[in-house]
């Protein structure tokens, strides 16, 4: 099966070992594709690990399940990066995530912010 996060791999070579937990995801980029589709696959626990650790007890679960289950997810574009790469601890990427909510199209469209600590990159916040 293809990864929902639009790689072109195989999900099984792709993002499932992040949701999995048998390897971090190596760039900012490959983070944020790994977000978009644990949504997809509705791997919530893998949104609150991946969000920055200060932030975590922020994070709220029910409204992500919710967003993830009642969503049909139409497909992740990636704009631009800056950053974020193996070398880096810092970057962000430019995203549009496609969905269709309650009958209607969602085109969110975000600047994010992720931080690497102990070799593990983590979504910050939108910063755009
Ligand atoms: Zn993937």
Known sequence: MPCPCGSGEEYEACCSQYHLG???APTAEKLMRSRYS???KQEIAYLKKTTWTAQ????????YRDRAANSIWLGLT???TEDG???????TVTFTAK??????????????????????????KAVG
């Open 78 to 80: 990636i704009h631009a």
């Open 22 to 24: 048998t390897a971090n």
């Open 85 to 91: 790469l193996e070398t880096d601890t810092r970057g």
């Open 99 to 124: 969905s269709m909510i309650n009958g209607s199209i969602d085109d969110h469209t975000e600047k994010s912010l992720f931080k690497k600590k102990i070799g593990k990159w983590y979504y910050v």
């Open 56 to 63: 975590q007890k922020h994070f709220d679960e029910a409204g």
């Open 38 to 40: 644990a949504f997809v």
